[in-house]
């Protein structure tokens, strides 16, 4: 079946560092890829996403590039603040015959030092 | 205005209990769905929902019941809850089905059960 793995976390950067979180994914099809972000205490919010291979996702800062030779979404951003630290999910879209779902990866949470 | 909404935000009960989470979304999407989120933060689609129609249904024990009064609305009823029901449950809607688009989510409903 469909399935996303994300690098382990956590990871700990210091503020200005840059950013990069791994996402792979196994999918039959062509999924839309998605970066969802969960601060702590809330729910999780959409941070970007890509419905065709090549497409770039971005959004506050962060890119991400739907690599389909790769099977590839890696998460960056150039300089990190403290106000970034959070849980980031990789997700990819699981079409079945009756409805859609998300399929997430198992999360990476980051903490950006002052 | 809150786009999804949860009630309660947190939940502690006793084993064998019976507990229901309520869930809006004032969006007016068709689609709504239950998450679980585990204790490593993984999560995991149980149910979705289109126009009140049960459409995923991803082998989640028959004590777990969602009910669709109407499209804004989609409630979880949990039966003889177990301590592996702790957790937090997450109710999200998107505007269409297939899982391709953005899904909203809640703030989340921590259940504890002792």
């Known amino acids: 079946g469909n399935s996303v793995t994300q690098m382990e976390g956590p990871v700990t950067l210091s503020e200005e560092a840059f950013l990069t979180i791994n996402c792979t994914y196994t999918a039959t099809g062509y999924p839309s890829l998605f970066w969802y972000v969960q601060y702590p205490g809330e729910g999780l919010q959409l941070l970007l996403k890509?419905?065709?291979?090549?497409d770039k996702g971005s959004n506050k800062g962060f890119e991400a590039t739907y690599r389909k030779e790769t099977t590839s979404f890696h998460l960056e951003k150039g300089s990190v603040q403290v106000s970034d630290s959070a849980v980031y999910f990789c997700?990819?879209?699981?079409?079945?015959?009756?409805?859609?779902?998300?399929?997430f990866g198992q999360g990476t949470e980051l903490s950006v030092k002052p | 205005d809150t786009a999804v909404s949860q009630t309660p935000k947190y939940l502690v009960t006793q084993m064998g209990n019976d507990k229901s989470i309520k869930c809006e979304q004032n969006l007016g999407h068709d689609t709504m769905y239950w998450y679980k989120q585990d204790s490593k933060k993984f999560l995991k689609i149980m149910f979705s929902?289109?126009?009140?129609?049960?459409?995923i249904n991803e082998t989640v024990p028959n004590r777990f019941s969602p009910k669709s009064p109407d499209k804004a609305h989609l409630n979880l009823h949990i039966n003889s809850l177990e301590l592996g029901d702790s957790a937090v449950y997450f109710c999200a809607s998107s505007q269409e089905p297939s899982g391709s688009g953005e899904q909203y989510f809640g703030p989340g409903t921590r259940l504890t059960v002792t």
């Open positions: 890509a419905t065709k291979a090549d």
């Open positions: 929902y289109n126009n009140k129609e049960l459409i």
């Open positions: 997700a990819l879209s699981d079409q079945g015959n009756q409805g859609g779902k998300l399929i």
